[in-house]
């Protein structure tokens, strides 16, 4: 037994690599979708805030899986091919970026208007407003539930599998489908699973201190 | 493009959805009845608790938060019943995961709830002589419900949402209904717009319904 | 100190017919006011009266609904097409940086050190160099006397400190006007000597000002003209001693000047 799981390590790093390798993708594409969209609910004129807010709560309302299909599988019926590797990317965007627009009302929302106003009687425009007086107030309220949602795209990422792309969840199924050591190996990848996220939500306790000693 | 919508077909298996609503909210109840059994449980012995029994429940609430669903369902409907000798179906089986998995979410609202709860009630409650069974039942419990109400509703729906992770067993709830449809007609779109609206109308009556239940709630404590 | 200006030179800033709605509320009637270079103006009246909204319209912080608001003879908010065509978001930023804002609330940025507060405007909007901007942040905080607290930062000033800085803040970027809003009204009694002797030394210089307050011996010492406002329009405007006399004929402002010396003194 210990002999056939060996054997299938190699296989499973590559599982792994791939789960990162998505997690990747999903958590900086969602960043950069999340933030413009979160500016624009905040900022954004009233039908762009609709919008917004309508797809972040679609999204949000509903099972990942459900929206893992509904891309995978409606978009070909649309007329759009994508490999699946990538609709499985877009798909935890979608989902992860909901979350990113959340994080970044709730961290923009807390700074008070009077930052705004003096940022503005001071004579500085939009852009100039947000990048040197509202983002750098707002990043440290950011970044603590950012970071700890990254363990959701590295979890919700273990979904793709059912689409046939062989992340770590899929490595582990067939290896199991070889070897027939179902309980050895869900435990392994349980693990594996665990290592990385249980670093990550560490991580972002030590970012979250490291954050907070200029809160006022 | 050019895609044209047509729901006929999904109207003539709504069954097959409907249905699967039905049973992923059997299944959502049952999980998190079972879930706010074992979360209150391990909560109050948390913080009561030494040092060895705290390390365990958190080795389990920092476990279960730290491995996808997906991998779990698996383990326990595939992998388990190879190395204990038991038997179950995949709809036991899942209620026994997301009740574990619920378990290890409800566990950390209970506590932070419980520790939350100001010490000036728990002496008030010893002042007026109730032994530590009565403060708990009529002074702290009802105190931290108060304060994790919010909460609970947010991590109610989150796992009303995680059910539908049991058609990857085949489980024939909501999402499993909408593969069929998906596989059966190829009215593709039409099955998961059809799906996502049940999935939003549910999930935003459950919250409504929780709100109530949270304002009724504080105006009975 | 008191001659009031009515000579032919054009006003710096001038408020005409400025009228102002929140919802079915008329916060400003047709508001007019006209300040001139060197001139101390200060808005005196009962919350509620406009007041405030007054001077955020002045730099545009708030829109209004009809009139004029004119800094040298520019238009504040709107293009000088007439066509009350809102201004380009550089242009209302250019604008906003010719006049200078002191809040009640100081509003401070936290996250950056005395200077930087000051430094900022000057670099991102005036384009000066970081060693330019750090000189002229120090020659201010040294006006304001906090020379050696331009590397702290705001969370480890007092609250006389934060003021001062937010008027250094103000002053640096040369605005032509400089806008008070209730400045002294968040602090502590004790500490609001320090923030009003820095004002009065501004005021001493010749910087033009409009300032929201209740220190009615500070506004009778330092202005050269008090305007009270009531309902949302100027009730009365004039020289200190006429409006803050005890006798006069305006039973609102009498009656407002009644309740402030019992409340106050």
């Given at each position: 037994?210990?002999?056939?799981?060996?054997?299938?390590?190699?296989?499973?790093?590559?599982?792994?690599?791939?789960?990162?390798?998505?997690?990747?993708?999903?958590?900086?594409?969602?960043?950069?979708?999340?933030?413009?969209?979160?500016?624009?609910?905040?900022?954004?004129?009233?039908?762009?805030?609709?919008v917004?807010?309508?797809?972040?709560?679609?999204?949000?309302?509903?099972?990942?899986?459900?929206?893992?299909?509904?891309?995978?599988?409606?978009?070909?019926?649309?007329?759009?091919?994508?490999?699946?590797?990538?609709?499985?990317?877009?798909?935890?965007?979608?989902?992860?970026?909901?979350?990113?627009?959340?994080?970044l009302?709730?961290?923009?929302?807390?700074?008070?208007?009077?930052?705004?106003?003096?940022?503005?009687?001071?004579?500085?425009?939009?852009?100039?407003?947000?990048?040197?007086?509202?983002?750098?107030?707002?990043?440290?309220?950011?970044l603590?539930?950012?970071?700890?949602?990254?363990?959701?795209?590295?979890?919700?990422?273990?979904?793709?599998?059912?689409?046939?792309?062989?992340?770590?969840?899929?490595?582990?199924?067939?290896?199991?489908?070889?070897?027939?050591?179902?309980?050895?190996?869900?435990?392994?990848?349980?693990?594996?699973?665990?290592?990385?996220?249980?670093?990550?939500?560490?991580?972002?306790?030590?970012?979250?201190?490291?954050?907070?000693?200029?809160?006022? | 493009?050019?895609?044209a919508l047509?729901?006929?077909?999904?109207?003539?298996?709504f069954?097959?959805?409907?249905?699967?609503?039905?049973?992923?909210?059997?299944?959502?109840?049952?999980?998190?009845?079972?879930?706010?059994?074992?979360?209150?449980?391990?909560?109050?012995?948390?913080?009561?608790?030494?040092?060895v029994?705290?390390?365990i429940?958190?080795?389990?609430?920092?476990?279960?938060?730290?491995?996808?669903?997906?991998?779990?369902?698996?383990?326990?409907?595939?992998?388990?019943?190879?190395v204990?000798?038991?038997?179950?179906?995949?709809?036991?089986?899942?209620?026994?995961?997301?009740?574990?998995?619920?378990?290890?979410?409800?566990?950390?609202?209970?506590?932070?709830?419980?520790?939350?709860?100001?010490?000036?009630?728990?002496?008030?409650?010893?002042?007026?002589?109730?032994?530590?069974?009565?403060?708990?039942?009529?002074?702290?419990?009802?105190?931290?419900?108060?304060?994790?109400?919010?909460?609970?509703?947010?991590?109610?729906?989150?796992?009303?949402?995680?059910?539908?992770?049991?058609?990857v067993?085949?489980v024939?709830?909501?999402?499993?209904?909408?593969?069929?449809?998906?596989?059966?007609?190829?009215?593709?779109?039409?099955?998961?717009?059809?799906?996502?609206?049940?999935?939003?109308?549910?999930?935003?009556?459950?919250?409504?319904?929780?709100?109530?239940?949270?304002?009724?709630?504080?105006?009975?404590? | 100190?008191?001659?009031?200006?009515?000579?032919?030179?054009?006003?710096?800033?001038?408020?005409?017919?400025?009228?102002?709605?929140?919802?079915?509320?008329?916060?400003?009637?047709?508001?007019?006011?006209?300040?001139?270079?060197?001139?101390?103006?200060?808005?005196?009246?009962?919350?509620?009266?406009?007041?405030?909204?007054?001077?955020?319209?002045?730099?545009?912080?708030?829109?209004?609904?009809?009139?004029?608001?004119?800094?040298?003879?520019?238009?504040?908010?709107?293009?000088?097409?007439?066509?009350?065509?809102?201004?380009?978001?550089?242009?209302?930023?250019?604008?906003?940086?010719?006049?200078?804002?002191?809040?009640?609330?100081?509003?401070l940025?936290?996250?950056?050190?005395?200077?930087?507060?000051?430094?900022?405007?000057?670099?991102?909007?005036?384009?000066?160099?970081?060693?330019?901007?750090?000189?002229?942040?120090?020659?201010?905080?040294?006006?304001?006397?906090?020379?050696?607290?331009?590397?702290?930062?705001p969370?480890?000033?007092?609250?006389?400190?934060?003021?001062?800085?937010?008027?250094?803040?103000?002053?640096?970027?040369?605005?032509?006007?400089?806008?008070?809003?209730?400045?002294?009204?968040?602090?502590?009694?004790?500490?609001?000597?320090?923030?009003?002797?820095?004002?009065?030394s501004?005021?001493?210089?010749?910087?033009?000002m409009?300032?929201?307050?209740?220190?009615?011996?500070?506004?009778?010492?330092?202005?050269?003209?008090?305007?009270?406002?009531?309902?949302?329009g100027?009730?009365?405007?004039?020289?200190?001693?006429?409006?803050?006399?005890?006798d006069?004929?305006?039973?609102?402002?009498?009656?407002?000047?009644?309740?402030?010396?019992?409340?106050?003194?």
């Open positions: 037994m210990i002999g056939q799981i060996a054997y299938a390590l190699p296989f499973l790093a590559q599982g792994l690599a791939l789960t990162l390798w998505v997690s990747l993708l999903v958590v900086v594409f969602s960043l950069v979708a999340g933030v413009i969209m979160g500016v624009g609910l905040v900022y954004g004129p009233a039908p762009l805030r609709w917004v807010r309508i797809f972040s709560d679609t999204i949000r309302g509903i099972p990942i899986l459900v929206l893992i299909f509904f891309v995978y599988y409606g978009l070909p019926a649309v007329g759009l091919h994508l490999p699946s590797f990538w609709a499985a990317v877009l798909a935890l965007t979608l989902f992860k970026t909901a979350q990113v627009i959340e994080y009302r709730g961290a923009v929302g807390s700074i008070p208007k009077g930052q705004s106003e003096a940022a503005m009687a001071i004579g500085l425009t939009f852009r100039q407003r947000l990048a040197y007086v509202i983002f750098p107030q707002a990043f440290r309220r950011f603590p539930p950012w970071i700890n949602g990254v363990t959701d795209a590295v979890k919700g990422s273990a979904l793709v599998s059912l689409l046939g792309i062989t992340d770590l969840m899929q490595a582990i199924n067939q290896v199991i489908g070889r070897t027939y050591e179902a309980m050895p190996l869900y435990i392994l990848g349980a693990l594996i699973y665990f290592a990385v996220n249980y670093a990550l939500s560490l991580a972002s306790r030590r970012l979250e201190k490291r954050f907070s000693f200029i809160r006022e | 493009m050019g895609y047509n729901f006929n077909l999904i109207w003539r298996h069954d097959k959805l409907w249905g699967g609503l039905l049973l992923s909210l059997e299944l959502a109840v049952i999980s998190i009845a079972i879930g706010i059994v074992i979360g209150l449980v391990l909560a109050v012995w948390y913080v009561s608790a030494g040092r029994v705290r390390t429940i958190a080795a389990y609430v920092e476990f279960i938060r730290n491995v996808p669903l997906i991998l779990l369902v698996y383990l326990v409907f595939y992998g388990l019943p190879t204990v000798d038991i038997a179950y179906s995949a709809q036991t089986s899942f209620v026994a995961t997301l009740a574990l998995y619920s378990g290890a979410y409800l566990v950390e609202v209970f506590r932070s709830g419980l520790e939350a709860v100001p010490r000036g009630q728990i002496d008030a409650g010893k002042a007026i002589g109730l032994t530590p069974w009565q403060r708990l039942l009529h002074v702290r419990l009802p105190t931290m419900l108060r304060i994790t109400l919010p909460a609970l509703s947010n991590t109610f729906i989150s796992l009303f949402k995680d059910t539908s992770v049991a058609s067993i085949s024939p709830e909501l999402t499993y209904g909408a593969q069929w449809i998906n596989f059966n007609t190829f009215r593709i779109v039409e099955v998961y717009l059809v799906v996502t609206a049940m999935y939003l109308l549910t999930g935003y009556a459950l919250l409504y319904a929780l709100r109530l239940l949270e304002r009724w709630f504080r105006a009975a404590h | 100190m008191s001659t009031s200006s009515k000579i032919d030179t054009p006003a710096l800033l001038d408020v005409a017919n400025v009228s102002k709605s929140f919802g079915s509320v008329e916060v400003l009637r047709s508001v007019s006011l006209q300040v001139a270079r060197g001139e101390v103006v200060t808005v005196i009246g009962p919350s509620g009266s406009g007041k405030t909204t007054l001077l955020r319209c002045v730099n545009f912080l708030e829109s209004y609904d009809s009139g004029s608001i004119r800094i040298d003879g520019k238009e504040v908010g709107f293009r000088d097409t007439g066509t009350r065509q809102r201004r380009s978001e550089r242009d209302l930023a250019a604008m906003r940086a010719e006049t200078g804002m002191v809040f009640q609330s100081f509003n940025f936290p996250h950056l050190t005395a200077a930087g507060n000051i430094m900022l405007g000057l670099r991102k909007v005036r384009g000066k160099s970081s060693a330019e901007a750090r000189s002229i942040a120090e020659h201010w905080l040294g006006r304001v006397g906090l020379a050696h607290k331009a590397d702290s930062l969370a480890e000033l007092s609250g006389g400190q934060q003021q001062r800085v937010g008027i250094a803040r103000a002053v640096a970027m040369g605005p032509k006007i400089l806008l008070l809003d209730e400045i002294t009204s968040a602090l502590d009694p004790e500490l609001v000597g320090e923030v009003l002797e820095v004002v009065r501004l005021a001493e210089e010749g910087m033009t409009v300032m929201v307050t209740h220190e009615m011996a500070f506004a009778r010492d330092a202005s050269s003209r008090i305007v009270f406002m009531a309902d949302g100027v009730s009365a405007a004039g020289p200190p001693a006429e409006i803050l006399a005890a006069t004929d305006n039973e609102r402002l009498r009656n407002f000047l009644a309740r402030f010396r019992a409340s106050h003194f």
